[in-house]
């Protein structure tokens, strides 16, 4: 490591404009960083050896949040613990805030940025699996240009993301939905533990049956999953049916066993953590009515 460390070239751009030259300049050696909180793991297990250390973190346009015609726009150097407590993102995007109250310690969360996380493609993070039920999307900025990109498929596999040398997240754009309900759920086996499971839902109800349902899960596969199936059989249910229904989640899952846990028990963690989250989102959805 320390071979590494005496090469390594760094710089701390002052716009997202200087941060791209530099990105492109470096090319495939070259990573930006922020908080460091997945990253610099990475460089002590060996696992990354950037060359070249672009610092975004002092970028004033990737610290802000913002609503922005039908989105809630969150730039990426935002902290977790900044999700925590903002009040546009508990306004307007509650199972963020909720999911980075699970992420790690809080000096991680101190540290640690949504644009980070979701670059870093962990399989068990919160916030990429919550971007996925909120249908948030991603601005990807380069030298030649701007574009948007789904939460979804951005998402490719452990630790890949679509995001190419050069690239940078520079935000975290989601819609509003005033009239949804949000649940956020996850185990591990101690505090601050990598998730073994979790459940991130979101619901809009009509009466007292369930209109829109949303619901995406980690631990499943190497990336956060859409439980596109599910969603559509829950459609309609009344929300004491719908909590039902999802008991049997776990039979309809193929998860491999690995070190940390059998396949069969992660399975049925998810399907727990799934029942929770959906309860906990009409739950909250029928909080604000009379």
Same mark, same amino acid.
């Given at each position: ?25 470096? +090319? ?46 969150? &730039? ?39 644009? &980070? ?65 949000? &649940? ?17 839902? +979101? ?88």
């Amino acid at each position: 490591m320390s071979d590494v460390l005496t090469t390594m070239a760094y710089e701390r751009a002052r716009s997202v404009p200087e941060a791209l030259v530099l990105l492109a300049e470096g +090319g495939e050696d070259a990573r930006p960083i922020s908080g460091g909180q997945s990253l610099v793991p990475m460089m002590n297990l060996g696992l990354a050896a950037p060359a070249f250390l672009v610092d975004v973190s002092a970028v004033p346009g990737l610290r802000t949040i913002a609503v922005e015609g039908e989105h809630l726009v969150i &730039g990426a150097a935002v902290t977790h613990a900044e999700l925590t407590s903002d009040p546009l993102v508990a306004e307007h995007a509650p199972l963020l805030a909720r999911a980075a109250r699970q992420i790690g310690s809080q000096r991680i969360r101190n540290r640690g940025t949504i644009g &980070g996380s979701v670059a870093h493609g962990d399989a068990a993070a919160e916030l990429p699996v919550s971007c996925h039920v909120l249908e948030a999307d991603y601005r990807i900025e380069s030298a030649t240009g701007t574009e948007l990109r789904a939460a979804g498929p951005f998402s490719l596999g452990y630790y890949q993301t679509d995001l190419a040398p050069g690239e940078l997240v520079t935000a975290i754009r989601v819609p509003l939905r005033p009239r949804h309900g949000w &649940g956020f759920q996850e185990y591990s086996r101690r505090a601050g533990d990598f998730a073994l499971a979790s459940a991130a839902a +979101g619901v809009r109800l009509e009466g007292d049956r369930i209109a829109e349902v949303a619901i995406a899960v980690t631990g499943a596969a190497d990336r956060p999953v859409r439980l596109g199936e599910l969603e559509r059989s829950l459609t309609g249910q009344s929300v004491a049916s719908a909590v039902r229904s999802v008991a049997g989640l776990a039979a309809e899952l193929t998860v491999a066993d690995d070190p940390y846990c059998a396949g069969a028990d992660r399975a049925r963690l998810i399907e727990v953590m799934v029942e929770r989250a959906v309860r906990d989102a009409c739950a909250d959805v029928r909080k604000d009515r009379p």
